[in-house]
Nanobody, 130 residues
Framework: VQLQASGGGLVPAGGSLRLSCKAS????????IAWIRQAPGKGREWVSCISASGGTTDYADSVKGRFTISRDNANLTVFLQMDSLEVEDTAIYYC????????????????????????WGQGTQVTVSS
């Protein structure tokens, strides 16, 4: 059972990256998936979340209009398309899976607390250079 985050790297300001969060070993369909990041010397920050159905999404104000979250349930993968990257986006990006069950497939979560998630990925480093 795991979440595998990937796709990070070094990119100049204004560039783009696409992160992936691949799930395995659990009933992925009933989980909301969130991205959380932690910049050097700072606490964790909730970035975005997509509901189990994919019908509901939300973003932190700091990334709204620049990041897009989506999910491919057939391939158990959630993506975070990051455009117009800024130096302030430099962080380790984690994905978390939050169980909500079959009655709440349009609900999202907005917590950055890793202990609230049922599964937590290992993180992928994103570095944006000026």
């Amino acid at each position: 059972v795991q979440l595998q985050a990937s796709g990070g790297g070094l990119v100049p300001a204004g560039g783009s990256l696409r992160l992936s969060c691949k799930a395995s070993g659990f009933t992925y369909a009933y989980y909301a998936i969130a991205w959380i990041r932690q910049a050097p010397g700072k606490g964790r920050e909730w970035v975005s979340c997509i509901s189990a159905s994919g019908g509901t999404t939300d973003y932190a104000d700091s990334v709204k209009g620049r990041f897009t979250i989506s999910r491919d349930n057939a391939n158990l993968t959630v993506f975070l398309q990051m455009d117009s990257l800024e130096v302030e986006d430099t962080a380790i990006y984690y994905c978390g899976a939050y169980y909500l069950g079959p009655l709440h497939t349009n609900t999202i979560v907005t917590t950055a607390d890793s202990s609230a998630y049922d599964y937590w990925g290992q993180g992928t480093q994103v570095t944006v250079s000026s």
